[in-house]
Structure formats: structure tokens, C-alpha cells
């Protein structure tokens, strides 16, 4: 809104910061942090009320998870709302690719939120029927692919290679669709521990708000050898937004955690950065730099599989933190060396760029 407002009436001076993706995405980050911030009490308060019991805890989990009992849930509602009021002041609301990213943002909230609410209303922390969920998952994320393809090409661009691209043709639509909705679903895998996904979200969001604006540059892109994609640089205020947001939620998601994200964030946080990757045309960089969400999503996969054609477990308890969990590690040991993996993942992922 301000960025159209500057435009329509050619600000001069300080006014006219607002014409700049960089200034923006500073302001966005702020904006969203304090929002985060000064609603959080009332939020976290308002929850506990409505909810009663809190999240349910699962009794098979780790025991040390029985005394977060109720521990309100749904604070992906903060995240959102913080993001999405940042959002509107500073993002050029005329571009397809901020439109496909709220698109996702809001609608896997939504589908979190329905899942949440399921889980709270009738404590059990089962939630919707993993198909339906899948099913709206991939209705939402099959619009915005459709969005973000009608600005782009439909390559595959290969990171560490200058030009090398894998013509995907029609297939690039289902492809852009499993990439927001895996991405969606491992960040909501791996947020089982108090700021475990709050904090490698804001790392990649980070990462792709440097990745997005200089794809968005043809200068910088040309003299990196990365695809230029026209409009991409505008997400990366939408990066800083979720940075902003997302701090501002770890200041209460911090051990012991006075809310959870629930569904209604990690999923709408995943897709989102799913949707950026796509946006940006850096999807397989997104598998790198989230290459933490990628771990925890495929240990849960190999536990299923295995103990269906076995009977026998891989890990002590998936998805992977909680194997750490059973094998001795404090929560926050777990939390922490989880993270400091995230930052190598993303400095790997930074690399990407000049290696081409």
C-alpha cells in the first residue's frame, strides 16, 4: 500500500526509501516484530481461554513432553497476522508472485487451522484424515503454481551449473505443486520441539530474501550466472516479513514455550517458503537450504516403510529429533545443534550462487 502510495505520488526525500525493495524489506521485518510483539500476550491469553486443555500430547511421544500440557496452541494465528499486516504496507500488491505466496500462506493456514481446531475440540491429536488434508493441500498450491507459471518458464534450473536447466514443459505445474506442499508438510514435521522450526524457518526465509532479490536484479543475476525472474526481487520483503514475524513468535515459543505454532503456522510457514523457492526459481536450492526439513520429513518416511515391511523401527522415535529425544539429549541440546546445522545448510545454499 505505502510502496503504490509513493509511486502514485513520486515522493521525494525520505519518502521516497519507500520505492526501495531494500528499505521495504527492512521495514517489513520491524513492522512484522513489533505487531508480533505487541499482540502476543493478548493472543497467547485469548487462546489459553478458548482452548481450555491446550494441544493434546501424544502419550506415546517422549514423557518429558507430558508436562507441556496446557500449552495453548493455533500461534501460527500471530505469525500470520503480523505477516500479513507487514505485508500489505510494504509489498507491491500488483505483482503475481506476492498474490501466489499469500495465496499459499493463507490458505495451508487455513487447512492448519482446520487441523488444529479438530485436534483441540476434540482432544486427540489425530486432527483431519491425512488424504482430505493432502487433497486441499495440493488444490491450493496447484492455483499458485498456476500463478507463478504464467511468469515464468518452465525449467528446472540445477544449482552449481551456469545455464544448465531440465526442460520439465507441463510436468513444471506438477512439480511447482509437490514442491509447496512438501515444503509445507516437513517444516510442519519438524516443529515437534519448542523453537525447533521457528528458527531454521527464519534462516531460509533470510537466505531466499537475499536469493529473491537478486534474481529479481538482471545485473546481479547476469553476473551470477543464476535465472533472472522480473518481480521475483519483491519477495524479498515477504521473506523479511516472516523473519519479523517469526521472531517476534520465538520470543514466546522460547523454552518453556507459552504457545505453540500448531499447524495453522508450520504449514502455512513451509508452503510459503515453497512457494517463494518456486517463485525464485531455486527450488532444488530450497531442498538444500531447508535441508533440515528435508531430514526430518524423510526419517519419517523410512520409519513408516521400513516398520510396515519389517515390523521393526529405524529410529527410536521419528520423525529424527524425537530419536535424539530417546536417546538421551535434552530438549534444548537437540533445539540448538538443530539450528547451528540449519545455518551450515544455508551458507552451503548461499554458495549455490558464485559456485555457478
Known sequence: MLYLIAEWFHFEGLLNLLRYQSFRSGAALMTALFIGLLIGPKFISMLRVRQGKGQPIREDGPQSHLA??????????????ALVLSMLLFMDMSNPFVWACVAVTIGFGA???MDDYDKVSKSSHKGLSSKIRLVLEFVVAGIAAWL???????????????????????LYYV???????GAGNAVNLTDGLDGLATMPVIIAAGTFAIICYLAGRHDYAAYL?????PGAGELAIFCAGIMGAGLAFLWFNAPPAAVFMGDTGSLALGGALGAIAVSAHHEIVLAVVGGLFVLEAVSVIVQV????????RVFRMAPIHHHFE????????????????????AVIGLSTLKLR
Open 326 to 345: 530417546q536417546k538421551g539429549w535434552k530438549e534444548s541440546t537437540v533445539v540448538i545443534r538443530f539450528w547451528i546445522i540449519s545455518i551450515v545448510l
Open 175 to 181: 512439480f511447482a505443486a509437490f514442491v509447496i506442499v
Open 111 to 113: 487447512i492448519g487451522f
Open 148 to 170: 507463478i507459471v504464467s511468469q515464468l518458464n518452465t525449467n528446472l534450473y540445477v544449482p552449481f551449473l551456469s545455464g544448465r536447466y531440465i526442460p520439465l514443459g507441463p
Open 225 to 229: 550466472g543464476i535465472p533472472h525472474v
Open 305 to 312: 516403510f521400513w516398520f510396515k515391511r519389517t515390523g521393526r
Open 68 to 81: 507441556k500440557r496446557g500449552t495453548p496452541t493455533m500461534g501460527g494465528l500471530m505469525i500470520l497476522t
